[in-house]
């Protein structure tokens, strides 16, 4: 009857996973009813991979469900092999880019014909100095743009990619270049956080309840909120309001 409070629930880093099982099993007989609190049991961190597999193989999730779960950096290399089994090519580009990808399915998909894939491929952060030399040599741009955005890159392959003769592959490293030495939001928002932490310190509900509304809290500031009892009710009491609000 409160599916807020449920959603709330498994929502929540230390919900457990008998609770979590206990939303998820129904989804095996199609008797879950709660589709939106079963989204949330199915990606979180705790959530049992037996069931996930299960539901997986038997076709009991949709799609939506399993491109948030590839896109979890919890996602297991089990998980992440039953999901690449689903022929959705959406799902099979979140797969190849996960860092949690099998190195067989690496060594698999690096000739694949499908471009789209090689080039996911090419953006996963785990590749090897030798699979980068490989997808560097593809005739395809794509591919190559693809893996000049990867933030792991060694520097002989971003040697290689600076003077590549398709000059949408060298901007494409000059941009992820830029990016990466960009320092992160929260950094640059830190002098302005003073007066939101004096109002966490100093505890009143309805400043904080007004304050977790906000959608431009910095990281230094969503910490602190978690680091208060009476802050972290109200946080969690704005984020079943607006969904889109990041931890």
């Not at 000049?148 to 992820?176: C, F, G, M, R």
């Not at 977790?212 to 109200?234: I, Y």
Request: charged share 25%; with cysteine.
């Amino acid at each position: 009857n409160y599916p807020a409070v449920r959603q709330a629930v498994f929502s929540n880093p230390f919900c457990t996973a008998r609770i979590l099982s206990a939303c998820i099993a129904p989804a095996e007989t199609g008797e879950a009813k709660d589709k939106e609190s079963l989204a949330l049991a199915c990606v979180h961190h705790n959530a049992p991979s037996n069931l996930l597999l299960s539901l997986i193989e038997n076709n009991k999730l949709d799609d939506d469900i399993l491109l948030n779960l590839a896109g979890k950096a919890h996602c297991s290399e089990s998980v992440l092999n039953s999901l690449l089994g689903r022929k959705n090519s959406a799902l099979q580009q979140a797969v190849l880019r996960h860092a949690n990808c099998p190195e067989d399915i690496r060594e698999q998909y690096i000739h694949e014909r499908n471009d789209s894939l090689r080039a996911a491929l090419a953006l996963n952060p785990a590749l090897t100095a030798a699979k980068q030399k490989v997808l560097l040599s593809d005739d395809k741009s794509v591919v190559r743009i693809a893996l000049a955005k990867n933030p792991t890159l060694t520097e002989d392959i971003k040697h290689l990619l600076a003077q590549d003769s398709d000059v949408a592959v060298v901007e494409a490293l000059e941009n992820a270049q830029k990016k990466q030495n960009e320092p992160p939001q929260s950094e640059l928002n830190s002098g302005d956080d003073s007066l939101q932490l004096s109002q966490i310190d100093n505890g009143d509900v309805h400043v904080l309840l007004a304050l977790a509304e906000r959608r431009n809290l910095s990281a230094r500031v969503q910490r602190r909120f978690t680091q208060d009892c009476r802050a972290d009710r109200c946080w969690n009491y704005s984020r079943v309001r607006h969904k889109n609000i990041p931890r």
